[in-house]
């Protein structure tokens, strides 16, 4: 509760303490110097018997959600006037507190304190501002030269307009914004980076030109291109990326050796198959291999009309 926030409480909430408040809460603990828990900063410790309404109302500011009817609230002494007990100095500048009534504060039975409404008066004509002013009954309230009261000043019911503007006085006496110009902007303005660097680099033009395009990956292998075999589908086979399609190829490589050797033991012609072109690594190798599958017997057919060699058929040949 120490730290209370006052715009936080008062928010939504006024502050308007009961009469029975006013002399069994407040005012006994002003005297004592305890916390109000947070209530200390709207109670304001002012001299306000010589000073007038106007006078407070552009010192203080009124409490919150009480700015229309101007409340303010003092803990104050009531000086004694020459030394009575029952008197008290009511001037303030050039007019007067003039008391209308005291009513006394009972509470359980028992009287507690009394509270005294007042009316600010100049040339016996009211001002519009007027006053509560509580006493308590407690022995510390008395003091040398007077008595310790709690007030709330406030504005009449029906209060003139040169009241309510003295109301608002306060707000003359806020700091304003400072109007925002050219040559304000030209004092805040910070200081630029060639302060620090006289001779700064100057930056490099941009020219324009032609961005060079990367040239767009290409295969490990054109499929396009036409394959010649036997004497050309090797070179190809060496430079294709696929491990399968080397195998093959290297298969029918050996193959086509093993047939040449064959035919020249034998006597035999041999004639190379015609180019075969293909597209497909896989497929070139496939089609590679049944043309010397069909070459080989059509050059086992032509040897066996022309009466080769008897161990033509032998398993090494033949598969």
Not at 71 to 80: E, H, L, Y
Not at 254 to 275: I, Q
Not at 281 to 297: D, I, N, P, S, Y
Not at 301 to 315: M, V, W
Request: proline letters at 7%; charged letters at 25%.
């Amino acid at each position: 509760m120490e730290g209370l926030d006052v715009d936080d409480v008062f928010h939504h909430y006024r502050l308007s303490p009961t009469e029975v408040d006013a002399v069994t809460y407040y005012l006994p603990r002003l005297l004592s110097g305890e916390t109000l828990h947070g209530v200390d900063k709207l109670i304001h410790r002012a001299n306000i018997s010589g000073c007038e309404p106007k006078d407070l109302a552009a010192r203080y500011a009124p409490v919150p959600q009480a700015v229309s009817s101007g409340d303010r609230f003092f803990f104050t002494t009531c000086k004694s006037k020459n030394g009575s007990k029952y008197q008290s100095v009511r001037g303030a500048g050039t007019g007067t507190w003039t008391i209308q009534k005291t009513t006394e504060i009972c509470h359980a039975g028992v009287k507690v304190g009394e509270v005294k409404n007042l009316s600010f008066k100049k040339k016996g004509k009211s001002t519009g501002w007027v006053m509560e002013e509580y006493r308590c009954l407690l022995p510390e309230a008395t003091v040398s030269d007077g008595v310790k009261v709690f007030c709330k000043m406030h504005l009449a019911q029906h209060a003139p307009d040169a009241a309510r503007q003295e109301s608002e006085a306060y707000k003359l006496q806020q700091p304003q914004p400072e109007a925002v110009t050219q040559s304000t902007h030209a004092q805040k303005r910070p200081a630029t980076a060639a302060a620090a660097e006289p001779h700064p680099a100057s930056p490099k033009k941009r020219m324009r030109g032609a961005v060079p395009v990367p040239a767009p990956a290409t295969s490990s292998f054109t499929a396009a291109a036409p394959v010649f075999l036997p004497d050309e589908y090797v070179r190809e086979a060496a430079e294709a990326d696929d491990d399968m399609a080397r195998f093959l190829l290297h298969q029918s490589s050996r193959r086509v050796d093993d047939d040449k050797s064959s035919l020249a033991k034998t006597g035999g012609l041999y004639k190379p198959p015609p180019p075969i072109i293909f597209h497909d690594t896989f497929e070139a190798a496939w089609k590679a291999e049944e043309a010397l599958e069909k070459e080989k017997r059509c050059n086992a057919a032509a040897n066996l009309h022309a009466g080769g060699h008897s161990n033509f058929f032998s398993p090494a040949s033949v598969y």
